[in-house]
């Protein structure tokens, strides 16, 4: 019985993770990976700015890279509507469109 426990026996193969380790492992994964937001300079500000409100007077079409603390994620479409007071935009692509904090909006190009 004793060979059975060491080495590669059947013991030694059969072990078993409970579905709560193996979520926790995946969300440590996930979290080590977090990446923290940019803080942006007042030029890249006026930049982003002025490319919003071209985008919104001319249609013209413009590539948003925005914030996500896990990958990156790029939008291109034209800005239709501007809210002030929620500090976001509506920007349409296709039959679509997404609200978007102007918070999370890191350049454009």
Not at 47 to 57: F, L, N
Not at 84 to 99: A, N, T
């Amino acid at each position: 019985m004793g060979k059975k426990l060491e080495g590669n026996g059947l013991y030694e193969s059969s072990r078993m993770i409970i579905p709560e380790h193996a979520a926790a492992i995946r969300m440590y994964g996930r979290e080590r990976n977090r990446r923290t937001k940019p803080e942006l300079d007042e030029q890249e500000l006026e930049i982003i700015s002025r490319a919003i409100g071209e985008s919104m007077s001319e249609g013209s079409e413009i590539v948003l890279q925005l914030y996500d603390p896990f990958e990156d994620l790029e939008v291109r479409g034209v800005v239709t509507k501007i809210d002030q007071q929620l500090k976001r935009i509506k920007i349409e692509y296709g039959d679509d469109y997404d609200w978007i904090k102007l918070e999370d909006i890191l350049s454009v190009k």
